[in-house]
């Protein structure tokens, strides 16, 4: 009680900073935030892929997920209908639902979006094993070693909290010590003389030696009072800026999951455009061939088609390396085993409505300032900074403290005798106040906290601005890679009609083979361009999330 009466005094004359810090019973509320807040396979997220995740054998896995025990495991499933959480909601002063209205998410499949015309991957092997992207997500969350560092950091941070908040409560010592003394020693008078002398303590404490207290007292309690009043306030700012780190951890690391499982999905479907290329200039090759043979066409026209087989060959297996190496990055990001093979089984690509756009980036430049847990994690810091300096301007104004208090049995005699022993009881009481280095020392110290101050908000300012930066430009690409969409979609139905027909005029004996050569080439270029414009503006929506502080929500 007397201790919680001095914190709130001391809270009283010296609480004027306009900081707050989160208190230490939401410690656990926290974590507990953090740690089950997974992003789930949502319903929304599953019917991107219209099945369910499977593993190698092909049976649905609705297994838990866990932390693997070993370094490389396969990650477990699990498959649920739980709605995606804010990544912010332990954030400070977060905007409401009305206030937000023009970023809430979605995170489904457009339904009014023709289907994408470029070859469905359907890469089949029994080596490798199915994650949509809310596996993904989920994944990522529970087992990405980043974030799990990032959530063990608040624990060690209300450590020493709880160390600091006991600063007040004195620590209990018991020992026993034996002296023997032989010659010279001088009395309290002066005078010297020679004796031989022996005495032994236990009990609370030890080392009582003549007439002094314990060295070492049983119950002691030494502090700086300073200490004592700001080191709470400063190591409980140290916990909260780790909470809102241990957020932006999290927000980083699904979007690192999310963007590389879209980069497996472009890796895929790129192959499955490369083959269909390699099919189509096969086809090429052999009417080449046939021509050439009976006369109705070009040796070289063959030629020509044989070096265009050989650069799609070429292709394919530039294209199966991609996708091997976009699997083993996004294991990498869901501490996962990178040599077996991950497949997306996305049958199509088509634009994700993540987020749905309606203001100007000026509006989600606000958004961002006000989410983002950077931002208020550089906050805490710079009230730490603030605490630091109050405490060292207090400091020579404030005493050190020592309370000791002693209890034990002590004999003693001369010689080796130990005899009349009896019962000893000490308690010492000691206030000192301290300016070191002749008040240099304060000054310096000051200067220094002072600096540690200004760094601070100055890293909050820069903090500010790559926030915005960043905003903006996620902004900037989402509105604009929209409009690439439907602009190369024009350009696909295009080339494919380009293509049906030169086959046509082919199959009517109105042209050569040859012909379709560059209808095949348009045709590729085409589908790739569309796919990287649907895959890169789902990127966007994603950096855009993460950007806005604001990574997902129900």
């Not at 989160?22 to 926290?30: E, G, N, T």
């Not at 490798?128 to 941070?157: C, K």
């Not at 040796?299 to 292709?315: K, V, W």
């Not at 634009?351 to 208020?376: C, I, Q």
Request: aromatic share 4%; glycine share 6%; charged share 20%.
């Amino acid at each position: 009680m007397a201790q919680k009466l001095l914190s709130c005094l001391m809270g009283l004359v010296f609480g004027v900073t306009g900081c707050t810090a989160v208190p230490l019973d939401r410690r656990h509320d926290a974590l507990t935030q953090q740690s089950t807040k997974s992003v789930s396979a949502s319903a929304p997220l599953a019917s991107i892929t219209g099945r369910p995740a499977q593993n190698p054998t092909g049976q649905s896995d609705a297994r838990s997920p866990s932390v693997p025990s070993a370094r490389w495991q396969k990650p477990h499933i699990e498959a649920t209908d739980r709605p995606l959480t804010p990544v912010g909601a332990t954030q400070e002063s977060a905007p409401t639902d009305e206030a937000d209205t023009n970023t809430k998410t979605v995170l489904a499949s457009n339904s009014e979006e023709v289907p994408v015309p470029v070859p469905p991957a359907t890469v089949i092997d029994t080596g490798t094993y199915t994650l949509n992207l809310g596996n993904v997500l989920h994944l990522a969350d529970s087992q990405n070693p980043n974030v799990a560092v990032a959530r063990e950091r608040i624990n060690e941070a209300y450590a020493r909290v709880e160390r600091a908040e006991t600063l007040w409560i004195p620590s209990l010592r018991a020992g026993l010590n034996y002296n023997h003394h032989e010659g010279a020693i001088q009395d309290v008078a002066g005078n010297v003389f020679n004796t031989t002398r022996s005495s032994f303590y236990g009990g609370m404490g030890a080392n009582a030696v003549g007439a002094g207290s314990p060295a070492v007292p049983g119950v002691v309690a030494q502090f700086h009072l300073t200490d004592a009043i700001f080191q709470p306030k400063i190591t409980a700012h140290q916990a909260s800026a780790r909470q809102f780190g241990a957020t932006a951890a999290r927000n980083d690391t699904l979007r690192d999951a999310a963007v590389a499982y879209l980069e497996l999905v472009r890796a895929e479907h790129a192959l499955a455009i490369a083959r269909e290329a390699l099919a189509n200039t096969e086809k090429l090759t052999d009417l080449t061939r046939q021509y050439a043979e009976t006369g109705q066409g070009l040796q070289s026209d063959h030629q020509r088609s044989e070096a265009e087989l050989a650069l799609r060959q070429e292709e394919l297996v530039s294209r199966e390396e991609t996708v091997q190496v976009a699997s083993a990055r996004l294991a990498q990001v869901l501490h996962a085993d990178p040599s077996v093979l991950i497949q997306s089984g996305e049958p199509s690509v088509i634009p994700l409505e993540v987020m749905t756009l309606d203001g100007g980036p000026a509006s989600y430049v606000a958004t961002g300032l006000s989410r983002r847990p950077e931002l208020a994690e550089q906050r805490h810091l710079v009230c730490e900074a603030v605490e630091r300096l109050r405490r060292e301007k207090y400091a020579p104004l404030v005493p050190s403290v020592l309370l000791g208090m002693s209890y034990g049995g002590m004999g003693g005699g001369l010689g080796s005798s130990i005899v009349n022993s009896n019962d000893r009881w000490d308690a010492d009481a000691v206030a000192y106040w301290e300016i070191r280095n002749l008040g240099f020392g304060e000054r310096a110290a000051r200067d220094e906290t002072s600096s540690m101050q200004r760094q601070a908000q100055m890293r909050e300012v820069a903090i500010m601005d790559r926030v915005a930066s960043e905003v903006a430009e996620a902004h900037a690409q989402v509105t604009k890679r929209q409009q690439r969409i439907e602009l190369t979609r024009r350009g696909v139905e295009a080339a494919q009609k380009s293509y049906a027909l030169n086959v046509q005029r082919i199959e009517n004996a109105q042209g050569l083979p040859i012909e379709t050569l560059q209808s095949i080439q348009a045709l590729a270029t085409a589908q790739r361009a569309y796919l990287n414009a649907v895959v890169d503006y789902n990127v966007a929506q994603f950096e855009l999330s993460r950007a806005i502080g604001w990574f997902v929500e129900s």
